[in-house]
């Protein structure tokens, strides 16, 4: 696979700009959607464009899970703390 | 002593008011620090448990594991990252120990990176019929997380929830980095598929919105 920065963008196929994705995500530092590179592309391929835009909610969206919205019931720390009351602490 | 930390890696953890004089009284031994420290990270904890494992048992049961474990090393930490973060690399081990003994490949390379075809993300992805219809909310997002085949779920959420590089995960999963990054973007494409159609989605287990 071609360096993007030595290839053509505007005439890529979707296939091939679907092979650069993962790594455009990882090393974009910003939106793939608002990447000026990708201007005419994005305006050729509606749909590249629009997978990408979906693939950023997805991504986005995900950091709102990392808030939690569940609890473990009581039994978990009674548990914990019976079986921390014979625990000698082991010091690294 | 302590290590001077690095700032980059309280981005995603910011140090909880209380935090930092609970462990260091959990250290010297005292339970209520040590209680204190179980009440504040619970409920990440046994949430990051029930996403890797599907199971509320199964989550409890590890969540004790995990505190039980973080009792027993709390002594080895040194400030280096953010505490949030030492605890869920801790735990996120933990569970994978326990499914590796169970015996379920679910972690396993080729299982990881080669899901059967029918949970493989099809290939047609760029076409409109797969296009999101509008934004997507936390409980759908969240059912559709579940119904990811066990590889792609858990590199997305160690991921793009947990907030982990791919080095780490590499490191966790026992595979490459650039195997990590594919089975992310096989992962979001496969969730965007579920997403369309989100009334198919099955409730999660152990969820809130199942109990309402």
Same mark, same amino acid.
């Given at each position: 696979?071609?360096?993007?920065?030595?290839?053509?963008?505007?005439?890529?196929?979707p296939?091939?700009?679907?092979?650069?994705?993962?790594?455009?995500?990882?090393?974009?530092?910003?939106?793939?959607?608002?990447?000026?590179?990708?201007?005419?592309f994005?305006?050729?391929?509606?749909?590249?464009?629009?997978?990408?835009?979906?693939?950023?909610?997805?991504?986005?969206?995900?950091?709102?899970?990392?808030?939690?919205?569940?609890?473990?019931?009581?039994?978990?720390?009674?548990?914990?703390?019976?079986?921390?009351?014979?625990?000698?602490?082991?010091?690294? | 002593?302590?290590?001077?930390?690095?700032?980059?890696?309280?981005?995603?953890?910011?140090?909880?008011?209380?935090?930092?004089?609970?462990?260091?009284?959990?250290?010297?031994?005292?339970?209520?620090?040590?209680?204190?420290?179980?009440?504040?990270?619970?409920?990440?904890?046994?949430?990051?448990?029930?996403?890797?494992?599907?199971?509320? *048992?199964?989550?409890?049961?590890m969540?004790?594991?995990a505190?039980?474990?973080?009792?027993?090393?709390?002594?080895?930490?040194?400030?280096?990252?953010?505490?949030?973060?030492?605890?869920?690399?801790?735990t996120?081990?933990?569970v994978?120990?326990?499914?590796?003994k169970?015996?379920?490949?679910l +972690?396993?390379? =080729?299982?990881?990176?080669?899901?059967?075809?029918?949970?493989?993300?099809?290939?047609?992805?760029?076409?409109? %019929?797969?296009?999101?219809?509008?934004?997507? %909310?936390?409980?759908?997002?969240?059912?559709?997380?579940?119904?990811?085949?066990?590889?792609?779920?858990? +590199?997305?959420?160690?991921?793009?929830? =947990?907030?982990?590089?791919?080095?780490?995960?590499?490191?966790?999963?026992?595979?490459?980095?650039?195997? *990590?990054?594919?089975?992310?973007?096989?992962?979001?494409?496969?969730?965007?598929?579920?997403?369309?159609?989100?009334?198919?989605?099955?409730?999660?287990?152990?969820?809130?919105?199942?109990s309402?």
């Open positions: 696979m071609k360096d993007l920065a030595t290839r053509n963008l505007d005439n890529m196929t296939s091939e700009f679907e092979a650069y994705l993962p790594e455009l995500f990882e090393n974009g530092g910003g939106k793939i959607s608002e990447d000026p590179r990708f201007v005419n994005f305006h050729s391929n509606p749909n590249c464009a629009a997978l990408v835009r979906d693939l950023e909610t997805i991504a986005e969206q995900a950091r709102s899970l990392f808030e939690p919205t569940e609890e473990p019931s009581d039994n978990v720390w009674s548990n914990i703390a019976n079986k921390l009351k014979d625990e000698p602490r082991v010091e690294e | 002593m302590q290590t001077k930390p690095n700032p980059g890696f309280f981005k995603r953890n910011p140090p909880i008011a209380g935090e930092a004089e609970a462990i260091e009284a959990a250290k010297n031994g005292d339970p209520e620090a040590f209680s204190r420290l179980y009440a504040l990270h619970k409920r990440r904890v046994y949430t990051l448990c029930l996403r890797m494992l599907g199971n509320v *048992s199964e989550a409890e049961d969540t004790q594991e505190f039980l474990h973080l009792y027993r090393k709390l002594g080895s930490f040194r400030g280096e990252s953010a505490f949030s973060t030492w605890l869920h690399r801790l996120v081990n933990l994978l120990m326990h499914l590796r169970k015996g379920l490949q +972690v396993s390379l =080729e299982e990881t990176i080669n899901p059967s075809e029918e949970d493989a993300p099809k290939r047609d992805f760029g076409s409109r %019929d797969n296009m999101l219809t509008g934004s997507v %909310d936390r409980v759908t997002l969240e059912r559709a997380v579940a119904s990811l085949p066990p590889g792609y779920r858990m +590199v997305f959420v160690l991921h793009d929830v =947990e907030g982990f590089e791919h080095n780490e995960i590499a490191s966790m999963l026992e595979c490459s980095t650039g195997n *990590s990054k594919s089975q992310l973007h096989k992962a979001r494409l496969k969730l965007r598929e579920l997403l369309r159609q989100p009334q198919d989605l099955p409730p999660v287990a152990g969820l809130t919105e199942v309402r």
